[in-house]
């Protein structure tokens, strides 16, 4: 059971409490299907409750009101905290997500301090600049807190992407109110008795635990919410933008991704392996920036169908407290069913399945096998849709803009990458890539200096490095007369 370190309960103005309706819902371990404890299902009368705590606490200045400097102070204790509590966040994280342990510790545990740490320091620069004008006049700007930030999040990394809306939050003065995936509450429920350890003042972040139809809902359309931070489907994200813009309130949008990975004719093929199948199988594919669409150049085409299919089941998957473990259960039995649905799908439109292509029966738990399919068409549904499972699709192309149009057919542009040791190429081909980010000779390189976010349908707005910190503030202009 999760429950001798954390409260199933809401966390509303520093208190830990049941929901008005007394209704729970169970938390699944997702490497064995079994239930494992019961956490608070919020109704709206507890999202509304939350906002008022946290509209409460911006009244009381509390933290607003204090330096950038006491504010960095704070996020340092939490940054600590999280690395002395990095057992109990790695077990609740593997335990709710089935994320392996090893990799949890080394990934969402580190990139969660690193971020508090990051935006610490960017609480200290946060100012404004004087203007010289053509006036008789001293004329200068502030960067405000916006107010009450809704922070709504998804199951796949529950403790970076809710650490990466409320840590550049609180960097900038707001106060937060937090919903995780219904599926995946225990991290925020932990980092909420963190947040109070570290002396965040009571209602600066408010953790609500429930279901995105209705609390999400009841935070889009809540007037006292000043901002939106949302990450996840690019359906939802439509939804949650347009009510958004219906009462003119700034949103992050983080929506989803379709990747493209190229390998060109040049690359080094032993190094680009290894970045082609931490690109698909990382976090078992369930991760926005993954890289499940290979795009290979017709030269090397059959070489590389060939090492993957030597290589892919050599990749551990297996218990996720297994540290040997790479590739754990999916989150969800509902997200293992639409991995087998496209992969039915992708035999039907003349898919190849090079390795892979079943469920792996263990311990009652949610595991696919990765997954590599050649030969499929562009326009395929499986090329073209978002999956998020640890398949990869392999096509074959000719020149460099057949390779650039195919990576961006899609209507996602989150992330794209390419294999070369041309390094005019690099820069030429990053140029026309329609993506947030690009990597080049590697993947997944992300640091909380470097900004992420999408284009086209994965959304606006980006996390990370100072852009983040400005996405949470606003500008005012003061024009003082010298007359
Ligand atoms: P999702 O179904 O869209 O849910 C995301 C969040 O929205 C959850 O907290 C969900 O609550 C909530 N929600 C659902 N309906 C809502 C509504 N009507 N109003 C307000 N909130 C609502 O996404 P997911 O399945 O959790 O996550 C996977 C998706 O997220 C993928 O598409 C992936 O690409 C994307 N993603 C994007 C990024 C990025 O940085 N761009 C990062 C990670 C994931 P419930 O879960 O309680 O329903």
Redesign the pocket.
């Known amino acids: 059971m999760f429950d001798n370190n954390i409260h199933g309960q809401l966390f509303i103005g520093g208190q830990w409490r049941d929901s008005d309706s007394g209704g729970r819902t169970d938390v699944i371990d997702p490497s064995t299907g079994r239930v494992i404890g019961t956490v608070a299902d919020a109704d709206v009368a507890d999202a509304d409750a939350a906002v008022a705590a946290a509209k409460d606490a911006f009244v009381r200045d509390e933290w607003a009101g204090l330096s950038g400097r006491e504010r960095a102070g704070i996020l340092h204790r939490v940054a600590d905290l999280v690395r002395e509590n990095a057992d109990e966040i790695v077990r609740l994280e593997s335990l709710d997500v089935g994320k392996p342990v090893a990799l949890c510790r080394q990934v969402d545990v580190v990139t969660t301090a690193e971020q508090y740490e990051y935006c610490a320091a960017l609480a200290q620069t946060l100012d404004g600049a004087t203007r010289k004008v053509p006036l008789n006049a001293f004329a200068y700007t502030r960067r405000e807190p916006l107010g009450v930030v809704a922070a ?6 529950p403790l970076i ?1 809710s650490t990466s809306k409320i840590a550049p939050a609180l960097a900038a003065g707001n106060v937060v109110v937090h ?5 995946t509450p225990l991290s925020a429920l932990f980092m909420a008795s963190l947040f109070e350890q570290a002396g965040i003042p009571a209602g600066v972040v408010n953790v609500v635990t429930g ?3 209705v609390i ?2 009841a935070l ?1 359309k809540h007037p006292g919410v000043d901002k939106i931070a949302f ?4 359906s ?2 439509r ?2 933008a347009s009510v958004a813009g219906e009462a003119l309130k700034p949103v992050t949008m ?4 379709n990747a493209a990975h190229i390998v060109f004719e040049d690359a080094d093929v032993e190094k680009a392996i290894g970045a082609i199948i931490k690109g698909f199988v990382f976090n078992t594919g369930q991760f ?1 920036m993954g890289g499940p669409r290979l795009l290979v150049a017709r030269p090397l085409y059959d070489t590389i169908v060939r090492i993957l299919a030597d290589a892919v089941p050599e990749v551990p998957v297996g218990a996720p407290r297994d540290p040997e473990t790479v590739v754990g259960p999916m989150a969800a039995d509902r997200h293992v069913k639409k991995v087998e649905e496209y992969v039915a799908l992708a035999r039907q439109e003349g898919g190849r399945v090079i390795c892979g292509g079943e469920r792996i029966d263990l311990n009652g738990g949610y595991y696919y096998k990765p997954t590599v399919i050649a030969d499929l068409a562009n326009d395929s549904r499986v090329v073209q849709e ?1 999956i ?1 499972g640890p398949v990869l699709t392999v096509q074959p192309f000719d020149t460099e803009d057949e390779a650039i149009d195919m990576a961006n057919c899609t209507p996602y542009g ?1 992330a794209s990458g390419l294999q070369t040791t041309d390094l005019a190429r690099a820069h030429r081909v990053a140029d026309k890539l329609q993506a947030g980010i690009v990597w080049v000779n590697d993947w997944a390189m992300l640091d909380p200096a470097i900004p992420f976010g ?1 284009v086209k349908d ?2 606006f707005g980006r996390e990370y490095g100072p852009e983040a910190l400005a996405s949470y503030t606003k500008v005012k202009s003061v024009v003082v007369s010298l007359d």
């Open positions: 709504i999040t998804p199951f796949n990394f992407l919903k995780p995936a219904e599926d279901s995105g139809s999400g809902e889009l990450t996840g489907s690019t939802i994200g939804h949650a983080e929506l989803g991704g926005c978002e998020f989150l999408g994965s959304g």
